[in-house]
Nanobody, 122 residues
Framework: QVQLVESGGGAVQPGGSLRLSCAAS????????IGWFRQVPGKEREGVLC????????YGVDSVKGRFTISRDNAENTVYLQINRLKPEDTAVYYC???????????????WGQGTQVTVSS
């Protein structure tokens, strides 16, 4: 069964860090571009960072550059999102998704995880 499972979310204070994991089963993550998205209630899901399958190039929105880092561990069939210097506006449910190419469009991704909550508050 094809599945993506996110983990690592939680409640942290501003300035803190988290590492989110996106573990795959039933398929090989290395064959896909992996994107991380986030969503807050009442707003559309927003693409934040993606890593390609070909040369592991990364693509991210300006609001997370310098704070968010995406990486792959092919041996673990897992992709990670390291989030540093967290801000209250980073509060959201974070999703990972697998697609053929990196894109900021939700429709371009084939497989999705169930999401993990990140809450940044003092």
């Amino acid at each position: 069964q094809v599945q993506l499972v996110e983990s690592g979310g939680g409640a942290v204070q501003p300035g803190g860090s988290l590492r989110l994991s996106c573990a795959a089963s039933g398929f090989t993550l290395d064959h896909y571009a992996i994107g991380w998205f986030r969503q807050v209630p009442g707003k559309e899901r927003e693409g934040v960072l993606c890593i390609s399958s070909s040369d592991y190039s990364t693509y991210g929105v300006d609001s997370v550059k310098g704070r968010f880092t995406i990486s792959r561990d092919n041996a673990e069939n897992t992709v990670y999102l390291q989030i540093n210097r967290l801000k209250p506006e980073d509060t959201a449910v974070y999703y990972c998704a697998a697609g053929l190419e990196c894109s900021y469009y939700v429709s371009e991704y084939k497989y999705w995880g169930q999401g993990t909550q990140v809450t940044v508050s003092s």
